[in-house]
């Protein structure tokens, strides 16, 4: 039965900001930057109204709200945070060790470029950056799915066979400040779906002392990594375990990646967040024209879901796959996945576009060239440049 | 002692035990070694105080000698001891001499 919801007219910070009000952290560190500041912005008026049990703590930067974060949810408490950016690379160390120390911090991550050039617009950079860390990392077309998200992150975080620090992603100011019409869950609804948190092995368990983060030599170091890197494999099932339970009270249905007309697509485009919604009607215009093209767009990109992908991949004639973030020297990040997940077999031809740096616009024209290209592409089995920018003057 | 694999390991390798690094021998990575001489002993007990590790046994508020099995030969005690008259009651030595 699907629960009771409330239609609104709200940006993505808004909403990512009611997520966080109905899942009540018990800690919220930060140090708000441009675009994710609308986050902190209506969250901290909810605790100052009394609307949540937060603690607020304002840090005097982004490696401290990490730090902090790290230090509350050791402590035992259940904690988020929200950051873009430079403010993501300045946590970067500290990214690390809450995912060594297991530890399910939730993090709003509004996608924007990295300086320099200094720019605070929309792009996949710092999510990109972040990609080693450890993190579960969830990327959002807009702001309903934001805040679906963000309500799914720590039941997916904190199952006993993952316990790892959860990442949401969504487009810098294209999504943080646009305004959409979407729904709420109710507050009652989100707090039964979440249910309480029990820490594991908490510091503040004071008739049990323990330490965490003790110095672990080249005799064990291996042994914790491999250990981390099985919770990472449990928490593709139980991103799709909680993703099944979701779409059955909300009807809000979430796979591991969205396949647009992927069936009998021969022409693909790959995206992740904002642009597919654009990529999706201009694939309706081509689909009209008598085109077979199809859209994936990945939702959990780590960890990444190689065989699904593949296999979701495999009977298309050429795929574009197209990055807002680049891997200077390298190919795309994105695409880097997407030619893994078709190594095993014998599959279309794949080749690469970097688009929208910077917060650039991709314009639906900009995307009709690409099925252009791919269109040709998949007629002639060849591909002129694996990688190269669009959407650039040249 | 046998080596934990990657699944036996605890829950993000949190030491569950308070006071278990005493059973983690670090004794092997001294490279110099304090050698007690008693006759220059006049019990201060800043070796016990200065020791960074807990190297330094004592009994009923005397020293009695060294935990080599967790010295790692600083010499911190060695350069804080004041001796008697001049002569050092802790000194230095290579290992293995």
Not at chain 1, 296 to 307: D, H
């Amino acid at each position: 039965m699907a629960v009771a919801t409330k239609t609104v007219a709200v940006t993505g910070n808004q909403a990512v900001a009611e997520a966080f009000r109905q899942l009540n952290p018990d800690v919220m560190p930060a140090y708000p930057i441009t675009p994710s500041t609308g986050i902190m912005e209506s969250f901290t008026k909810f605790v100052s109204d009394g609307k949540v049990d937060t603690e607020t703590i304002l840090v005097e930067s982004e490696h401290s709200a990490m730090s902090a974060c790290i230090g509350a949810a050791a402590a035992g408490g259940r904690v988020a945070t929200a950051t873009s950016a430079q403010g993501m690379a300045l946590m970067w160390e500290m990214l690390h060790i809450a995912s060594g120390y297991r530890l399910p911090i939730l993090m709003a991550l509004v996608n924007r470029a990295l300086s320099a050039p200094l720019n605070i617009h929309g792009d996949h950079s710092d999510g990109m950056g972040m990609r080693d860390c450890g993190w579960i990392q969830l990327f959002c077309e807009n702001a309903q799915e934001a805040y679906d998200n963000t309500i799914m992150a720590y039941r997916i975080a904190e199952h006993k066979d993952v316990r790892l620090p959860i990442a949401v992603n969504m487009d810098g100011f294209i999504i943080s400040h646009s305004i959409e019409s979407m729904r709420y869950m109710a507050d009652e609804d989100v707090k039964k779906f979440v249910g309480e948190y029990i820490a594991i092995d908490p510091l503040l368990d004071i008739d049990n002392p323990k330490s965490i983060g003790a110095l672990v030599l080249p005799d064990y170091y291996m042994e914790h990594k491999r250990a981390q890197h099985e919770a990472m494999l449990n928490a593709k099932r139980v991103v799709a375990d909680v993703s099944a339970e979701f779409a059955k009270i909300t009807g809000r249905k979430y796979d591991l990646f969205e396949a647009y007309h992927l069936d009998d697509a021969e022409v693909v485009l790959v995206a992740l967040n904002s642009a597919a919604g654009t990529i999706k009607d201009e694939v309706d215009l081509y689909r009209d024209k008598g085109v077979k093209a199809g859209l994936l767009k990945p939702r959990m990109f780590r960890p990444f879901p190689y065989e699904e992908v593949g296999a979701a991949l495999k009977n298309a004639k050429a795929i574009c796959v197209m990055d807002r973030a680049d891997s200077y020297g390298g190919y795309g990040p994105l695409f880097m996945e997407i030619a893994s997940a078709l190594s095993s077999n014998k599959g279309p031809v794949v080749f690469n576009k970097i688009y929208g740096l910077g917060g650039r616009d991709l314009m639906p024209h900009d995307i009709d060239q690409v099925l252009d290209e791919t269109i040709a592409v998949a007629k002639s089995g060849k591909v002129k440049m694996m990688k190269e920018y669009i959407t650039v003057r040249s | 002692m046998k080596q934990m694999n990657w699944k036996e390991l605890p829950h993000a390798g949190a030491c569950l035990k308070a006071g278990n690094a005493n059973e983690y021998k670090t004794g092997s990575w001294r490279s110099f070694k304090p050698r007690w001489v008693e006759e220059n002993c006049i019990q201060c007990l800043f070796c016990w105080i200065y020791c960074p590790d807990s190297a330094v046994m004592v009994k009923d508020e005397k020293m009695i000698g060294f935990d080599y099995d967790h010295c790692k030969g600083c010499g911190v005690c060695a350069m804080e001891c004041p001796g008697k008259k001049g002569n050092k009651a802790i000194v230095m030595e290579e290992e293995g001499k």
